[in-house]
């Protein structure tokens, strides 16, 4: 079983981009948390971040026939995209949302996910740990679907 793990705009500046709100960790503590949770899981795992949406989207559509399930924090995109939307319905794969922070608790204009209208659940407000979950009950959600 493969997992892409999809993370957008800004997340490549973790530690030290709003560490008030997102924590001192860096992107290669992310990475390496999410390496850990797919050994964990026994899945294996590609890790994407871009800050390009349609760069996100041709991720995305390379993942058909190529991965079993999608991990993805679209970041600010979360909110906008509705080409991120379309791309994972397009490819009919089970997709998870995480978001670092609780984006329920923040700004109005956080309030709408595009994204989760195309997601079998939402991971938020766990820090790094929303990746680790969001793996563990992907693996679990696709084994049941057999
Ligand atoms: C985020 C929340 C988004 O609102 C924001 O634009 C991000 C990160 C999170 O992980 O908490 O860039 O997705």
Known sequence: MKFLVVNGPNLNLLGTREPNIYGRQ???ALQKLVRDAAAEAGVE???FQSNHEGAIVDKIQAAMGDCDGIVI???AYTHTSVAILDALKAV??????VHI????TREDFR?????RLACVK????????GYRQAILFLKD???KQK
């Open 26 to 28: 860096d992107y290669n």
């Open 45 to 47: 795992v590609e890790i």
């Open 73 to 75: 924090n679209p970041a």
């Open 92 to 97: 009919c794969l089970p997709a998870v949302e």
């Open 101 to 104: 922070s609780d984006v329920s």
């Open 111 to 115: 309030q709408i996910s595009y994204a």
């Open 122 to 129: 939402t991971y938020m407000g766990l820090g790094f740990e």
């Open 141 to 143: 959600y696709i084994e």
